[in-house]
């Protein structure tokens, strides 16, 4: 079992950065597949991006691509979202979450993650 703790959100300026921290307790955080999740006021919780246990791989959806970075220091138990050029449109709470049994299949479906954290706030003003 893993507990999770997100830390780093905040209110920021359009075209700013944040990088949220994602914090596992347990030695074996290391055999976890990791995602972020986002949800907005009103909205369905939508999947933002996800990283393979050993960090080799990773995965973004595509409204993020090319501002969001994913990556991980088991060493450290801890998963980081960087997020640059954001807009209004990303404010939301984000949340990691972590399984052993995801795959690629079925990563984007935070239904099949078991591990939460309570999520942090990302305020982005226009």
């Known amino acids: 079992q893993v507990q999770l703790v997100e830390s780093g959100g905040g209110l920021v300026q359009a075209g700013g950065s944040l990088r949220l921290s994602c914090a596992a307790s347990g030695r074996t955080f290391r055999g976890y597949f990791v995602g972020w999740f986002r949800q907005a006021p009103g909205k369905e919780r939508e999947f933002v991006a996800a990283i393979t246990r050993n960090g080799g791989s990773t995965y973004y959806a595509d409204s993020m691509k090319g501002r969001f970075t994913i990556s991980r220091d088991n060493a450290k138990n801890t998963v980081y979202l960087q997020m640059n050029s954001l807009k209004p449109e990303d404010t939301a709470v984000y949340s990691c979450?972590?399984?052993?049994?995801?795959?690629?299949?079925?990563?984007?479906?935070?239904?099949?993650?078991?591990?939460w954290g309570q999520g942090t706030q990302v305020i982005v003003s226009s």
């Open positions: 979450a972590a399984d052993v049994t995801i795959t690629i299949a079925t990563m984007t479906l935070a239904g099949e993650y078991d591990f």
